[in-house]
């Protein structure tokens, strides 16, 4: 059988740099391209804007990965990492601060593998000990978590026994698997979430055990202490999301079959679970679209989207948890019109956040029945400070299609500290072919911070005269996207500079005049932030 051409694709925001605007995505770039369907990826980036992504060939059942860095914007080649007898999809991927990387693969047959970049080359793949992976479907991906140190754990579930198995990474490798909570018929695979004091959760849910786990991690004894529970009910509670921020702050959501279908959540403060609470009943739901993540003042916000199934569309909602009220807002809708089908729902949405700022990002998948190719890659923002998504931007069209054995349609997002952001999905091409591409862009999500602008009045002393002037001093924009600044005067351009300048010299100026100096920085679409400052 003729299988449909697939692409993958990495995406870019440029930043509205002022007030949280809409913003500008640009056109992907091609990264590599294969003869054969490329899916499931996952990209990582560090603090120093070093970036790795990995995703399954399915041609001949190999992972592949490619590096770049988020100030060149320049991919090297794609690198085939692991080659094995069965599919591998979602493998994970995760870089340090010091550009090592690390993936984890699971394959179809069963094993785990390893692969470790020193930042010069890649080991071969390896199993990782004790390792056994369950693949019913695709669904049954697993979870990685790392530091900037280096230090990494991943999960999956154990095909043996449908129990859960982690492995604790330090360099150089995985540590034989650990198997952890042996109850019940795990429907939903385990997340892991780690921070840089190496605090971490361990959220999981069962088909036969009514309840949600957490599990917390401790770094002294590199392993997980007994489960602890945060929520029980009747029904099943399963495919779990999971996120801890620098603080050892956590929240999960999970969905909750007790009483109907509905999502619930909970937030760790640090020291115990609070009381779940139900986010939303909807009718219906995809399953494994479920993400959460929270800022370092324990703000929190979960996307899902809804279920119609057959390819109809959907919805795409999100809900917001104030650390200051402690509660949960109404969910509200993201976007319509979303591409709806649960056979495969795991990964559906490349979502993360600016950590500091609570700024965050999502991309996914749309539907326009009305036309032919009628599938899009669309994407949209939220500003924490206002709490609001910006209308939805169409970033690429793919052909509609019905789902068939192949996780297609798969999007992850990865921010780091600076807010440097950088994005991945995987889709169907519109038309015949059998080229497949891998593409990419980078973008900037985080606060861009004040110029910080100075001017000191000053002078020189001549023998028949003396100067008066003033000095600029400011810090360079935070986003590298930055190309130039404009210095008013009065609101007179009296300077254009380049995107490096962080000082100037306003000579000719005359003794306790009264000046406001305004600095405007431009990105490369335009948009801009400005820092004023007046002397005397």
Known sequence: MIKPIKSLLFLTIVPAVSAFCAVT????????????????????IN??????????FEGSNEDYVSHATWQGQTWTPSFALANQDDSKW???VHVDAQGR?????PDGSNPVYQATYDGISWTPASIIPGAVFEEVTPVQSPSLAGTSSGKAVGTWIDATTNSIQYSTFTWPAFAAAITHG???DHEAPPRVSMNDSEFGELAWGATGLASMMASPYVSATGAFTPDGTVSTGVGTHEAPAVDVNASGQAVIAWYDFSTGDSISAAIYNGTAWSAPVTLVTPPSFEDRTLRVKMDENGNALAVWQEAIGGGSPGTLYSSYYSAATGLWGTPVVVANNVYSDSSFANLTLGFDMHSS???AVVVFFGIDTSIANGMFVLGSVFDATTQ??????TLDQATALVMGSDPVLVASAAVNSSGQTVVVWSRVAPGAGSINYVRSAFTFIGSPGPLGLVAHARKNRFPTQTEYYTALDWNRAVQETVVGYQLFRDD??????????????DRGRVKGQRVVYTLVASSGDGLTTSSTVTVN
């Open 47 to 56: 603090d120093a804007g070093q970036i790795i992504a990995i995703w399954n």
């Open 182 to 184: 042996t109850t019940g």
């Open 25 to 44: 995505w640009n056109t992907p770039v091609t990264v590599d391209f294969q003869l054969d369907n490329l899916e499931t990826p996952n990209v990582a």
């Open 90 to 92: 979602f493998p994970m």
């Open 492 to 505: 007179v351009l009296i300077a254009n500079l380049s995107g490096s300048a962080n000082s100037y010299i």
């Open 101 to 105: 990387g690390v993936a984890l693969i």
């Open 388 to 393: 609001t998504w910006e209308s939805p931007q």
């Open 357 to 359: 700022s609570g700024n």
